[in-house]
């Protein structure tokens, strides 16, 4: 008797598996297939977005383009990524882990502050004309040759040779460029 109890425990347990197992097929496959759709497209919009963004910005803001292409790569890749999760079954996950990387890109968002007002600063420069490598300017009480414009950080050779390195959310905020008859 007991045996027999432990035979139907053990085939009804196998049918259950063998069941689930087997209406995961079909939404494991859909999911294969969509995540080798995603990985086209997104390969191929990242593409696009890259030249697009190449021919809008010159050679000098390369920085620029790779920077929005990483951004955006990042939002699309992380949205297939929720939506291969829906479609193999695991939404609710995919829900929480949305809101969770929420909550986490918000934290980050001000713990780096700094950093991306750095970064949007160094966008501006790169973009503004007047201010260019080899330019005599003026930031704050300092006067130096600009050397080097970068996204987080300007750099700036003093009158003295010395190198100076300046956040570029200081730079963008005070900055004067000399004009050519003030070099004396």
């Not at 939002?75 to 829906?86: C, E, I, N, T, V």
């Amino acid at each position: 008797m007991t045996i027999q109890i432990g035979t139907r425990i053990v085939r009804r347990t196998l049918a259950e598996v063998l069941r689930g197992i087997e209406g995961a097929i079909p939404r494991l496959v859909t999911g294969l297939l969509f995540a080798v759709i995603a990985y086209a497209v997104i390969r191929l919009l990242l593409t696009v977005v890259g030249r697009v963004l190449g021919a809008y910005y010159s050679d000098r803001e390369a920085l620029v383009v790779q920077l929005g292409v990483t951004v955006i790569g990042v939002f699309l890749w992380f949205g297939a990524a929720l939506a291969f999760l829906k479609i193999v079954g695991f939404g609710d996950i995919a829900a929480s882990l949305g809101t969770a990387v929420g909550f986490v890109a918000l934290g980050v968002s001000y713990a780096l502050s700094e950093m991306v007002e750095d970064t949007v600063a160094g966008v501006y420069l790169l973009r503004d004309p007047d201010f260019e490598a080899g330019d005599r300017v003026v930031v704050g009480n300092t006067e130096g040759i600009v050397t080097a414009i970068e996204l987080r950080k300007s750099r700036f050779e003093l009158d003295n040779g010395d190198p100076l390195v300046l956040a570029n959310r200081d730079v963008e905020a005070e900055w004067t460029k000399r004009a050519a008859t003030d070099e004396g």
